[in-house]
Nanobody, 125 residues
Framework: QVQLVESGGGSVQAGGSLRLSCTAS??????MGWFRQAPGRERDRVAIVSRSGGGAITDYADAVKGRFTISRDNAKNTVYLQMNSLKPEDTAMYYCAAGVRISRSGIWSCEMEYWGQGTQVTVSS
């Protein structure tokens, strides 16, 4: 069983920055990522990162490309989400997730098995 503990949410004005952290305990996982859910909307994937050889591979939702950066510290089993140039539409509950890497038709992704409790991010205009 893997437990995920998130931190770093809060309130910020548009254009500001926040950094989310999520530490996994239990055992090491290949894939970690961040999802978000705004009121009345479905949960969307924000960014994922997977171990790959000696490094990592990442993937981002189009809405956050160029503004958000996901990274991981394998030694600490921790994933980070650096969020810059925040917009009011980024307001949501952000969830950390962990799981295994999968590949379908040559395209990699993560099949998430574990979820954190969520941390609120609020961006005001």
């Amino acid at each position: 069983q893997v437990q995920l503990v998130e931190s770093g949410g809060g309130s910020v004005q548009a254009g500001g920055s926040l950094r989310l952290s999520c530490t996994a305990s239990g055992y090491s996982v290949s894939c970690m990522g961040w999802f978000r859910q705004a009121p009345g909307r479905e949960r969307d994937r924000v960014a994922i990162v997977s171990r790959s050889g000696g490094g990592a591979i990442t993937d981002y939702a189009d809405a956050v490309k160029g503004r958000f950066t996901i990274s991981r510290d394998n030694a600490k089993n921790t994933v980070y989400l650096q969020m810059n140039s925040l917009k009011p539409e980024d307001t949501a509950m952000y969830y950390c997730a962990a799981g295994v890497r999968i590949s379908r038709s040559g395209i990699w992704s993560c099949e998430m098995e574990y979820w954190g409790q969520g941390t609120q991010v609020t961006v005001s205009s």
